[in-house]
C-alpha cells in the first residue's frame, strides 16, 4: 500500500464513521445539548474527564466552554478532571489510579452539574467510579463511548445519555468525539445566545 492509499484509507474511515454515528445518534446528541444548556441555566457546571486521547478532547472541550466556540459570549464554568498533575498524582498515590476522579466529582460535583465522561472503551476503573460517584451526588451523566459502550454503558441510568460511536478503532472513536463535542459546543451557544 502507497502512501496515498493510506491517506485515502484513513478519510474514508473517518467519514464513514461520522456518517454512521450521524444516522445513529443525533438525536442523543440534542438532548446531550438541551441537558448541558438546562444544567447551565441552572448554575452548574459540567465536568470532563478521559483517559489519554480522551483527556486531551476533555481538556479542548472544558477550553471552548470557558473561552468561546465560535461565537463571542461570556465564559462557561467548565473543568477538565484530567488537567492537575498535583491532584491526580496525590489521589493516585495516596488511594488509587480508579479514583483520580472520583475523589474530584466527590469535592466538586453538585446536583445541577454533568459530568462528561469520554471513553474509547467504556472500561476504565476510574471513569467506572467517576460515574458511580456522580450519581451519589445526583449528577448527570453525558457519556461518549464508542466500541459496545463498555462497563460505563451498563452503569448509566435512564436519565443519563450515552452518545455511541460506531466504531472498534480508538483513533476514529476520538475523532468522532472531537466533532460531536464540537456539535455540543455550538448548539449550547445557540440555545444560549440565540444564534
Known sequence: MNLIDIIEKNF??????????LEKSQNAI????????????????????????????????SSKMLNRFQMER????????STDTSILTSIANDYSYDQIFSR???????NTDILLIITTSGNS??????????????MKIIALTGQNGGE?????????????VDSDSPIRIQETHLLIL???????DSQLMGA
Open 104 to 110: 474530584q466529582v466527590a469535592a466538586l460535583g453538585q
Open 30 to 61: 440534542a438532548l446531550a445539548a438541551q441537558l448541558m444548556t438546562h444544567g447551565l441555566l441552572s448554575g452548574g457546571k459540567i465536568l470532563s474527564c478521559g483517559n489519554g486521547g480522551s483527556a486531551g478532547i476533555a481538556q479542548l472541550f
Open 152 to 164: 460505563v454503558s451498563a452503569r448509566l441510568q435512564h436519565d443519563d445519555i450515552e452518545i455511541r
Open 74 to 81: 461570556p465564559g462557561l464554568p467548565a473543568i477538565a478532571l
Open 182 to 188: 464540537h456539535c455540543l459546543g455550538d448548539l449550547v
Open 125 to 138: 476503573g476510574n471513569i467506572v467510579a467517576a460515574i458511580d460517584t456522580a450519581h451519589e451526588r445526583h
Open 12 to 21: 474514508a474511515e473517518d467519514i464513514t464513521t461520522k456518517q454512521r454515528t
